[in-house]
């Protein structure tokens, strides 16, 4: 069975860093691209990041380019998403996705509130 | 930006009704890469239909897909309860590398 958990979603000041986590399970993570995607409070999809498989390289949407990375520990089959300086319109639902050309599996999502 | 434009926002139908709910590309989508989810309240998003008219896995035959270039379609040929719910189509391949429509709810009459 496949599944993907995600976890490190908090309360973060205006500015403030986050790291959150994605652990997977039930398919091979090493050949595989992921991604994470933003779902803000009563709002659509949005993507924010993706990773490739082995190389790891990396894309970036513009509006968190420059203050977000992702990354990725193979052997631990987990991803990353180090956020800093964030912003209130940061505040969503984080999701992480096998992805390709598209994302295949989900995980619940954890929640990243934005706020002094 | 490949702006992807979904309608109508908002459905209102019954159980048993026929549904296609559109996604219209601002420049043309390679028919490999353009997806459906749907999403239901408190859960992720799901794949439904992937490179324009395959399902994914486990996904009921009454959903289907088709279309080309800006123009594609979701279509449910007989709603259940279960249906009701948000879809989402989403492209891969322009700038940004993926981007999503706003959503169409489909919610029971």
């Known amino acids: 069975e496949v599944q993907l958990l995600e976890s490190g979603g908090d309360l973060v000041q205006p500015g403030g860093s986050l790291r959150l986590s994605c652990v997977v399970s039930?398919?091979?993570?090493?050949?595989?691209?992921m991604s994470w995607v933003r779902q803000a409070p009563g709002k659509g999809l949005e993507w924010v990041a993706s990773?490739?498989?082995?190389?790891?390289?990396?894309e970036y949407a513009d509006s968190v380019k420059g203050r977000f990375t992702i990354s990725r520990d193979n052997a631990k089959k987990t991803l990353y998403l180090q956020m800093n300086d964030v912003r209130a319109d940061d505040t969503a639902i984080y999701y992480c996705?096998?992805?390709?050309?598209?994302?295949?599996?989900w995980g619940q999502g954890t929640p990243v509130t934005v706020s002094s | 930006e490949i702006v992807l434009t979904q309608s109508p926002g908002i459905l209102s139908l019954s159980p048993g009704e026929r549904v296609t709910l559109s996604c219209r590309a601002s420049q043309s989508v390679s028919s490999s890469y353009l997806a459906w989810y749907q999403q239901k309240p408190g859960q992720p998003p799901r794949l439904l239909v992937y490179?324009?008219?395959s399902r994914a896995t486990g996904i009921p035959d009454r959903f289907s897909g088709s279309g080309s270039g800006t123009d594609f379609t979701l279509t449910i040929s007989k709603l259940e309860p279960e249906d009701f719910a948000v879809y989402y189509c989403?492209?891969?391949?322009?700038?940004?590398?993926?981007?999503f429509g706003q959503g169409t709810k489909l919610e029971i009459k």
């Open positions: 996705a096998k992805s390709g050309v598209y994302f295949q599996y």
């Open positions: 490179a324009t008219s």
């Open positions: 039930g398919f091979s993570f090493s050949s595989y691209g």
């Open positions: 989403q492209q891969y391949g322009g700038s940004p590398s993926y981007t």
């Open positions: 990773i490739s498989a082995s190389v790891g390289r990396t």
